[in-house]
């Protein structure tokens, strides 16, 4: 069972930047991929990004260029450093993976306000 811890949520004027980061319970390169999701209000969960164990990242379109998936595997740490946030990025942010199996695995999630 892969367990996944975020941190670093909060409230952020548009514009300004934030990171999160996501603590995984074993080897970051025993899993396939790992990623980010977020949810608003009403709308399913989405992809925002995601990196594989080989090192492919995969972006939204509505993130891309602002947003960079990275990851620490001496920490098992998975980072999404969020540049020039807008209102529209305000969400729950879930980290995600995903492991050899095919299993799939979320953290609680933390919640992310771009307002001025």
């Known amino acids: 069972q892969v367990q996944l811890v975020e941190s670093g949520g909060g409230l952020v004027q548009p514009g300004k930047s934030l990171r999160l980061s996501c603590v995984v319970s074993?080897?970051?390169?025993?899993?396939?991929?790992t990623g980010w999701y977020r949810r608003t209000p009403g709308k399913q969960r989405e992809l925002v990004a995601s990196?594989?164990?080989?090192?492919?990242?995969d972006y939204s379109d509505s993130v891309a260029g602002r947003f960079i998936i990275s990851r620490d595997n001496a920490k098992n740490t998975v980072y999404l450093q969020m540049n020039s946030l807008k209102p529209e990025d305000t969400a729950v942010y879930f980290c995600?993976?995903?492991?050899?199996?095919?299993?799939?695995?979320w953290g609680q999630g933390t919640q992310v306000t771009v307002s001025s």
């Open positions: 995600n993976a995903i492991d050899a199996r095919g299993g799939v695995y």
């Open positions: 074993q080897s970051i390169d025993s899993l396939y991929s």
């Open positions: 990196i594989t164990n080989g090192g492919s990242t």
